[in-house]
């Protein structure tokens, strides 16, 4: 059987991060969606998504298909479900779609004509951006369970402190030193590669993936994950690092989201809770306008290939887009558009060249090239966002 990951009516609403990705790449707890359902189906997945991104997220289409929502979090009980469609069935939770089975991708699909299956059961769903982060605990349970099962941990070092070690994980390859780590609250998992170093104080839930550190005494608390090749220092609150991002010293960054090739300066703050305790609103891509979240604590959302140099200040509830540049003294607006160059005094637009000078450095230091289907991404997400710029 072949199976198709689609961005379903989601996509827009978790920009920035699906400007530069399908929805199936975005990372929650451990894993991304996409590794997910693979690694319950046992097969590489393709994608339906936007069409500037299908040059390097092409979908492959087969007699028989079955195309899944790539906003849910799979579970045993769906994925198996989901493997047993047939022809014109499919899949619903409540009035959302999860799965179907057809022949032909290209056409309209008549769910009228389908015979409907309701799932019933309990489902992690990413519907806003911010659920990356305020369900990030659960669905780091899911992965840790999924991946821990049957398998034996990397001993933990006599120099680390632990308080419920059996909710303890280290891949092959891991390194930690003089850490202490509660695993009480959440697991704790520590990827292949990776390195806690010295001094350290880590809270579950929290993961960190292949080849992440921890600098000297940073202090995490869950629920938190760090993609692959992050680089983290200071103190950390209920936050998701999608991967390649780095905020390696001194500040906080708490209840945030940041894409990938992210870099926030020596000493940057975010705020996760306004002065007056309100609910926080923020930047909506559908609408143009600021919306409520429902949340109290909310900080940071940044897009792939941001950054920000130091002392940096972002207030409650500030949405990045992609490839900005922030600096200087002051808050930033609590929007600011993609391809900025500038800070609380004004900004500009950073041109499509020096974006690529930059990325093409960071991504050699990871042994990465920036591609010339992350360049026409960029160029395509660079035209869209015209509008939000200033002129």
């Known amino acids: 059987m072949n199976y198709i990951l689609f961005d379903g009516d989601v996509r827009d609403a978790l920009l920035p991060f699906t400007y530069t990705k399908p929805v199936a790449d975005l990372r929650i707890g451990i894993l991304t969606l996409r590794e997910k359902w693979e690694k319950y189906l046992g ?118 402190q632990c308080v419920s070690k059996e909710n303890i994980f280290i891949e092959e390859g891991a390194k930690v030193s003089f850490a202490i780590l509660n695993a009480s609250a959440g697991p704790i998992y520590i990827g292949k590669n990776a390195e806690i170093m010295e001094g350290s104080v880590v809270r579950g839930p929290f993961a960190m993936c292949e080849n992440s550190v921890l600098k000297l005494s940073a202090k995490i608390y869950g629920p938190t994950t760090l993609g692959p090749y992050c680089k983290v220092g200071g103190e950390v609150n209920n936050s998701v690092l999608m991967g390649y991002s780095s905020k390696a010293h001194d500040g906080f960054l708490g209840n945030s989201v940041l894409g990938e090739w992210c870099n926030l300066g020596a000493d940057t703050n975010n705020s996760n809770l306004k002065n007056n305790y309100a609910e926080v609103k923020l930047w909506n891509y559908e609408t143009g306008r600021f919306a409520p979240t429902g949340l109290q604590f909310c900080g940071l959302m940044m897009g792939d290939h941001s950054k920000c140099g130091i002392n940096t200040m972002f207030n409650t509830g500030t949405v990045v887009g992609v490839s900005a540049n922030i600096y200087g003294s002051g808050f930033p607006r609590n929007f600011v558009p993609s391809f900025s160059w500038g800070g609380a005094s004004g900004m500009i637009t950073y041109r499509l060249n020096k974006v690529f000078e930059v990325a093409e450095v960071v991504m050699s230091r990871r042994n990465l090239k920036l591609e010339e289907a992350d360049k026409k991404i960029l160029e395509a997400v660079f035209e869209m966002t015209d509008k939000y710029r200033s002129k």
């Open 43 to 160: 097969l590489t997945t393709t994608t339906i998504t936007e069409e500037y991104l299908m040059d390097k997220y092409p979908m492959v289409e087969m007699d028989e298909n079955i195309l899944i929502n790539a906003s849910f979090c799979p579970t045993a009980q769906l994925v198996e479900m989901v493997m047993n469609l047939e022809e014109n069935q499919a899949i619903y939770h409540g009035d959302d779609i999860i799965a179907f089975h057809t022949k032909d991708t290209q056409e309209e699909v008549d769910f009228d004509s389908y015979h409907q299956i309701e799932f019933n059961g309990e489902l992690l769903k990413v519907n806003n951006t911010w659920d990356i982060f305020s369900k990030n605990g659960a669905a780091i349970q899911q992965d840790f369970d999924l991946l821990t099962q049957g398998r034996k941990s990397q001993p933990i070092p006599d120099s680390v």
